[in-house]
């Protein structure tokens, strides 16, 4: 820190302290871009945050067990910049090839700011090639790379010993290194899985001589498992790191997000866990696939009266840095504004202290309890054939939610009265026969709805909240 301005020097002066921050009202950035998405709302735009200086770099940690020194923020480069004529955003998934120019900018960006640890996959499509081509034109020792073993069954590679040492043969060469610093076992869930997909075919010990001999540095394994399953798969080996998703919605407990349900999972207790085992972790989803950069403006706009120099996804970014044990914060980015905000908020990182951790866990409860059903009243979906007004049911839910006002029916918040009144008001406004209640569940209207909106579930949860009310 001693030789780095921190992020509020570099914005003193500057003029948000003289325009309205609280009011919610249009206020100018030094940045234009929409930050951490590409869709980022209105509110998280205008929120200003500054590049960081030419010549500063991130904030490190060391890691002396492993005898490495990382910047606090990685590279991921699952959603690295399309071409340009296939849209420029996120190639993976997208099916568009990778734009190598505008990696390469980034790349040379990141190396210059300090930024080390750069993340990728065979099961990223072009990455691992794209990431190798822009990294070799830089000193090897300047940058570390992570890349996985990525033989889930995607109906592509099947979990074969031979497939395996393919798999890592060619990331090699198409990261063109001799050895990778950081080697992961991808999308562990849980120890049967490891098992049949590592262990059976005899992967693991092929990785185990791999590492003896140099080309793997630091083995470890990312996580889509619970609570539960966890202890068993640290229990297996002296891992280096576990890689883990974690961010502030999710502290408290975690959806399942790939497969079937999981079971119980929190961020907090798997954080918790492997640091009680001395392991360090690698976050993902620091900013829960975007969710967290694309707030409503009311939750940005709650979040921007307390931290005035953090966007929505500044704030989830510190609140996963300022964990003492987190070695590298991954976020996957997309074009240079994304990489640009990310690097100003870790050039003098700032951790939140634990007032501002628990104001974070205020702003989870906000989130959680006032989702955005995504409905653009297409209509599409309609006629319902029992009558059911499926788009007004979602505009006063959405009214309510956007403005931060569905009511808990805990009755924990002290505006619980007025929300619901309001909340009741709206929503008998709509036709009796034409109410969430009167929904059968027949599924019609699920194929016909452009946004893929779960309806019959969406318009459940509505009516056992007016039950509630
Ligand atoms: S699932 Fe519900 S809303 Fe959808 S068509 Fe059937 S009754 Fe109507
Ligand atoms: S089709 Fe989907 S997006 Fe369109 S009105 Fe119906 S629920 Fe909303």
């Not at 080309?215 to 080996?237: C, E, M, Q």
């Not at 008001?425 to 699920?446: F, H, I, M, P, S």
Request: net charge negative; aromatic share 8%; glycine share 8%.
């Amino acid at each position: 820190m001693d030789k780095k301005i921190t992020r509020r020097e570099a914005l003193k002066g500057m003029f948000f302290a003289s325009v309205g921050l609280a009011s919610g009202g249009a206020i100018l950035r030094s940045c234009t871009s929409s930050g951490n998405s590409s869709s980022a709302s209105a509110a998280s735009a205008a929120i200003p945050w500054t590049e960081a200086p030419e010549g500063s770099k991130v904030d490190t940690r060391t890691w002396s067990k492993m005898g490495e020194t990382l910047g606090l923020l990685g590279l991921g480069c699952m959603r690295l910049p399309s071409l340009p004529s296939e849209g420029g955003q996120g190639g993976f998934g997208h099916g568009g090839h990778l734009d190598q120019e505008a990696v390469n900018q980034m790349i040379d960006y990141a190396i210059a700011h300090g930024v080390n640890y750069f993340d990728t996959a065979p099961a990223y499509g072009e990455s691992e090639v794209v990431t190798g081509k822009a990294l070799s034109r830089h000193p090897r020792e300047s940058y570390k790379i992570a890349t996985k073993m990525s033989n889930m069954a995607f109906g592509r590679q099947e979990p074969t010993l031979e497939a395996a040492k393919t798999m890592f043969e060619t990331s090699l060469k198409n990261l063109q290194v001799d050895y990778v610093d950081f080697f992961l076992l991808h999308n562990v869930t849980n120890i049967d899985e490891f098992n049949k997909r590592f262990r059976d075919n005899g992967v693991f010990d092929y990785i185990l001589e791999q590492k003896a001999a140099g080309r793997i540095k630091h083995l470890g394994f990312s996580f889509h498992g619970s609570n539960a399953t966890l202890p068993p798969l640290v229990d297996l080996y002296d891992w280096g790191l576990v890689q883990i998703q974690l961010n502030y919605a999710d502290w408290k407990d975690m959806p399942a997000n790939w497969g079937p349900p999981q079971g119980e999972t929190s961020s907090e207790y798997l954080y918790n866990y492997l640091t009680e085992k001395g392991i360090p972790v690698l976050v993902m989803e620091p900013v829960k696939g975007g969710a967290l950069a694309n707030v409503s403006d009311a939750l940005a706009g709650v979040m921007r009266e307390r931290h005035p120099d953090l966007t929505p996804a500044g704030n989830a970014l510190t609140f996963v840095g300022s964990l003492p044990n987190v070695m590298i914060t991954l976020s996957g980015m997309s074009n240079m504004e994304q990489l640009k905000e990310n690097v100003s908020i870790f050039t003098g990182f700032e951790p939140f202290d634990d007032k501002e951790m628990a104001f974070m866990q205020t702003v989870a409860d906000l989130y959680k309890s006032n989702v955005h059903i995504p409905c653009t009243a297409c209509s599409y979906c309609m006629p319902c054939p029992h009558d059911v007004n499926i788009p007004g049911n979602f505009r006063v839910f959405n009214t309510a939610s956007d403005s931060l006002n569905i009511p808990d029916p805990e009755k924990k918040d002290k505006n619980y009265n007025k929300k619901k009144k309001a909340f009741l008001k709206l929503y008998n406004e709509l036709d009796k026969g034409a109410r969430a209640d009167q929904c059968v569940t027949c599924n019609a209207c699920l194929p016909k709805c452009p946004q893929h909106i779960s309806i019959p579930d969406q318009l459940k949860m509505i009516s056992d909240l007016v039950a509630k009310l």
